[in-house]
């Protein structure tokens, strides 16, 4: 079997041991219908010195889950891993401006729409108040840019104390109460070929739709056009050799679809939702092979 490198969180990190395991072996599991053996090694392991990832054919950094808690050394990794010219599935260039949600701001210049966003370098009582005043939104979403899995993302009503704000760059958004009613809906693209699509909602009272908050999975058999219209302009967009990309979505009020996140570093491909099982990404792994 050809022999491939799946990096993975750091040891240290206790946030996610409960869950990255099983995304792993479904990840192996599919690679191993095309004779790939993924070979699990933490992305902590290789910061500074690229060696230890010298003789793999191929690198997926799928499960490098909670990076963002160590972002500084993130990009010192991504930067050792593009210096050493290693095959990374995607790009370290990319693993490195996706890592920060300021992106976004970029893909709006290329035509994508998101949801409307106030940027700000720091978080406080009267950044909030202002926000509220601009769009006149009942509810406001804070998270920062760098982040992960909701962490340290608030939803608040106008005067509600802050509590533990984002601490540097943060997004405030107006609330899309849609997110309760029809849910986020991710689309999963391999090799540029579209693979399946998820639904994922919140429990009632929540506004989080990650599954350590009890969010409900549904596959989608047959994705709204205009779900899948932005999906494409998105990678189209982006314009670089992506091997997988999974396109999280949320229609407004009015139906019209916006893009919450294009994640391209480590994100649940939702295997156990996709109609193979994964066969379509292990395809697209042995064609980059």
Not at 25 to 45: H, K, Q
Not at 149 to 164: D, F
């Amino acid at each position: 079997m050809t022999r491939i490198a799946v990096l993975t969180p750091d040891p240290a990190d206790l946030s996610y041991a409960s869950q990255w395991p099983g995304v792993r072996n479904r990840l192996a599991a599919a690679l191993a219908l095309e004779g790939i053996e993924a070979v699990a090694t933490p992305w902590t392991d290789h910061i500074d010195d690229a060696a230890g990832l010298a003789g793999f054919p191929l690198i997926l950094p799928m499960i490098v889950w909670g990076y963002h808690r160590d972002h500084r050394r993130w990009l010192e990794a991504c930067a050792t891993w593009t210096a050493a010219g290693l095959p990374l599935a995607n790009p370290a260039s990319v693993l490195a401006w996706n890592s920060d949600k300021s992106y976004l701001a970029r893909l709006t210049e290329r035509g994508v729409s998101i949801p409307e966003t106030i940027w700000s370098d720091r978080v406080t009582a009267d950044t909030v108040a202002a926000a509220f005043t601009d769009t006149g939104a009942d509810q406001l979403i804070v998270k920062p840019t760098v982040s992960g899995g909701a962490w340290r993302t608030l939803r608040l009503s106008p005067g509600q104390p802050l509590g533990e704000v984002p601490e540097g760059s943060a997004m405030i958004q107006p609330y899309l109460p849609t997110i309760e009613t029809v849910g986020e809906t991710s689309l999963l693209f391999f090799g540029g070929a579209f693979s399946h699509a998820v639904n994922k909602r919140p429990v009632g009272g929540d506004f989080r739709i990650q599954v350590q908050f009890g969010g409900l999975y549904t596959p989608v058999a047959d994705p709204p056009a205009g779900a899948m219209a932005l999906a494409r302009q998105v990678l189209a967009a982006i314009d670089e050799p992506l091997l997988y990309a999974r396109i999280d979505m949320v229609p407004d009020a009015d139906g019209n679809w916006l893009l919450m996140e294009a994640e391209l570093i480590e994100p649940d491909l939702y295997l156990d939702h996709a109609p193979d099982a994964g066969v379509g990404l292990a395809r697209a792994v042995k064609a980059r092979l």
